[in-house]
């Protein structure tokens, strides 16, 4: 679940290319190891709005037009996934937008920013209800854990691989790998709160 704020100078992009450029943005996570299944139902829940302010100063210079161009990108995750994102969701969100910048201009240079927003466990809310961290990661993987109930645990597109039972990333099985052994099998997951997640529903000790 993450909502894509783009601010954008008036006027710099066509409707076409904002058009564009809000899938780009809505498609990043595609770059990610997921299953089709989890990106599907991911993508269902990110919602990108592009806005262009009436008003924009930075510093001493008013923002307009293709006059300056910047953009600054506001993205909002559970507070719990930042650390863990934050760094490839800044790489990412950059060279998209810079992309799209170049492709509008070819001799455009945008600066741009983007903050990364972790947002408190239950403080999203969907439809008058509010959702936790582990019951959003719920709703972008039931479908696939589903798929795959049964087969546990799920192989990786590469040897010594593994999917996270709980998230779906795909996880390496090295020495830095956070695993969980239980009835003979080994677990990989991206982060020790899925492995308390997935112990939990498992009913083993870590």
Same mark, same amino acid.
């Given at each position: 679940?993450? *909502? &894509?704020?783009?601010?954008?100078?008036?006027?710099?992009?066509?409707? !076409?290319? $904002?058009? $564009? *450029?809000?899938?780009?943005? &809505?498609?990043?996570?595609?770059?990610?190891? #997921? @299953?089709?299944?989890? *990106?599907?139902? @991911?993508?269902? *829940? /990110?919602?990108?709005?592009?806005?262009?302010?009436? /008003?924009?100063? %930075?510093?001493?210079?008013?923002? @307009?037009? #293709?006059?300056?161009?910047?953009?600054?990108?506001?993205? @909002?995750?559970?507070?719990?996934?930042?650390?863990?994102? $934050?760094?490839?969701?800044?790489?990412?969100? /950059?060279? &998209?937008? +810079?992309? %799209?910048?170049?492709?509008?201009?070819?001799? %455009?240079? !945008? +600066?741009?920013w983007v903050e990364i927003r972790g947002v408190r466990d239950g403080s999203w809310g969907m439809d008058g209800q509010t959702l936790s961290t582990p019951e959003i990661e719920r709703l972008v993987t039931q479908r696939r854990r589903e798929e795959v109930r049964g087969r546990v645990p799920v192989p990786g597109p590469r040897p010594a691989t593994v999917h996270d039972p709980i998230c779906d990333m795909v996880v390496e099985l090295d020495d830095a790998a956070i695993t969980l052994v239980h009835a003979g099998e080994t677990y990989g997951y991206c982060t020790k709160a899925c492995r308390a997640r997935h112990a939990e529903e498992l009913g083993a000790a870590i």
């Open positions: 679940m993450l *909502l &894509i704020e783009l601010y954008l100078p008036s006027g710099v992009l066509g409707a !076409p290319q $904002r058009e $564009r *450029l809000a899938r780009r943005l &809505i498609a990043f996570m595609d770059e990610d190891e #997921h @299953s089709p299944t989890v *990106l599907e139902d @991911s993508r269902a *829940l /990110t919602q990108v709005l592009l806005l262009e302010p009436q /008003t924009w100063v %930075a510093g001493d210079r008013t923002v @307009s037009g #293709h006059d300056n161009a910047r953009y600054v990108a506001r993205v @909002s995750v559970p507070a719990p996934w930042v650390k863990p994102v $934050r760094e490839e969701m800044v790489q990412r969100f /950059t060279r &998209i937008i +810079r992309e %799209a910048a170049r492709e509008a201009d070819a001799d %455009a240079d !945008p +600066r741009i």
